[in-house]
């Protein structure tokens, strides 16, 4: 009797064990982290911080890409109600200002030699990934934008097209440079170009999970409405660059920019904060920081709507908002996204993209500006 109890307990006892491997094999997958590959190549060879720290935390393990060792990369980070001069755009080249008072650079034409930038970073031989959406109507910009795009944007370097649109049929087959290559993503169809605009940070988080997280070093937020005129090239790569808003880089003082001033919203900055007014229609930097940062925009949008507010300008809001306390390491000048409805002044020496001219009414699904 003894022996018999003795035995059906090591019998329960064994069975326990195994459905608990079984359990947590099951859960294993659900909870796994998601894992970034980091740039490869790093000038001084230093121990990549930020995968450092995703290891310890996540148990993030590198990807195939990313045998040799990482880059360095250091955060910028500012507290809130920092009290501050507003730094200048106006001094430097003599006739802009080529840093920020965080001592990143900001970047014009004249401030770099594009044959030295573009060797260091093929070097790295980074994998870019472009996401952009074509919801509705907007699909009409998808040829312009990537014919432009293979002369311009990035040439010599592997760049995906991640292209999110309803109409997968419109997408048009245009010939591609060698290591670029187009990847359609499906998303739904939108009645208000409000939510297309917004649900851009939900859509392209769950696109860097599932599919971008293991294809790319360097991600780069654009809009579809664009074409490229000149170069862009690899002088627009950091952890985070951020383009200046064209209607807002000279002279405008800061309680002027059109940041979010309802203290209602998750995008609320005060009037006597802020550095420069960055534009959402181009911003890119590392995977995993731009990985946080549209994910950080898609949860503050979320909040935002739990608390029935909108920011002023959709996601643009939140980015500013991001961007004041955790600075972009890279400022890149209007250059970088100008607009075919504005005259170029003089120190905006070339227009690298610009946004076309489109009639609201006629291509938003609820029309209007
Ligand atoms: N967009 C879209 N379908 C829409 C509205 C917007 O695909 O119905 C996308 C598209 O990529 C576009 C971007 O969202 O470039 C920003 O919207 P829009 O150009 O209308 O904003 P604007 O910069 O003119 O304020």
């Known amino acids: 009797m003894q022996r018999n109890f003795s035995k059906t307990h090591v019998l329960l006892a064994a069975a326990f064990f195994v459905s608990l491997g079984l359990l947590y094999s099951y859960f294993r997958d ?68 080529a840093v920020t008072n965080w001592n990143a650079p900001l970047v014009w034409e004249g401030t770099f030699d594009p044959v030295v930038i573009d060797a260091i970073y093929k070097k790295m031989d980074p994998r870019v990934a472009v996401v952009v959406f074509a919801v509705g109507k907007y699909t009409r910009f998808l040829k312009a934008f990537i014919e432009t795009g293979e002369k311009f944007f990035l040439v010599g370097f592997n760049v995906t097209y991640y292209i999110h649109t309803d109409r997968e049929n419109e997408v048009p087959k245009v010939a591609l440079g060698k290591g670029r290559k187009i990847t359609t993503v499906p998303v739904p169809s939108a009645n208000r170009w409000q939510d297309v605009v917004l649900g851009r940070m939900k859509w392209a988080t769950l696109t860097i999970e599932k599919t ?90 979320e909040e935002d709507t739990k608390n029935k507010i909108e920011a002023v300008w959709q996601e643009e809001s939140h980015l500013n908002k991001y961007l004041l306390y955790n600075k972009p390491t890279k400022v890149l000048s209007p250059e970088y996204l100008w607009s075919d409805y504005d005259k170029v002044p003089a120190d905006i020496k070339v227009v690298r993209i610009s946004q076309l001219v489109k009639n609201y009414a006629e291509v938003r699904p609820n029309g209007g500006n």
């Open 30 to 97: 659900s909870f796994s982290p998601i894992s970034f590959c980091q740039p490869c190549i790093q000038p001084d060879n230093d121990f990549n911080e930020l995968e450092k720290e995703m290891e310890q935390i996540k148990g993030i393990k590198h990807s195939e890409h990313c045998k040799k060792d990482s880059w360095k990369i250091g955060e910028l980070l500012m507290q809130s109600g920092l009290k501050y001069a507003q730094p200048s755009t106006q001094t430097g080249r003599t006739d802009i200002n």
């Open 212 to 301: 971008i997280r293991n294809e790319a070093d360097y991600l780069f937020m654009m809009d579809i409405d664009s074409v490229f005129y000149s170069r862009f090239g690899a002088e627009s790569l950091s952890r985070l660059s951020a383009v200046l808003h064209r209607g807002y880089y000279k002279n405008t003082p800061r309680e002027k920019f059109p940041y979010e001033r309802r203290p209602e919203s998750k995008a609320y900055i005060p009037a006597e904060e802020g550095d420069y007014y960055y534009t959402a229609a181009v911003w890119g930097g590392y995977l995993g920081d731009m990985y946080k940062l549209v994910k950080y925009c898609y949860e503050m949008s």
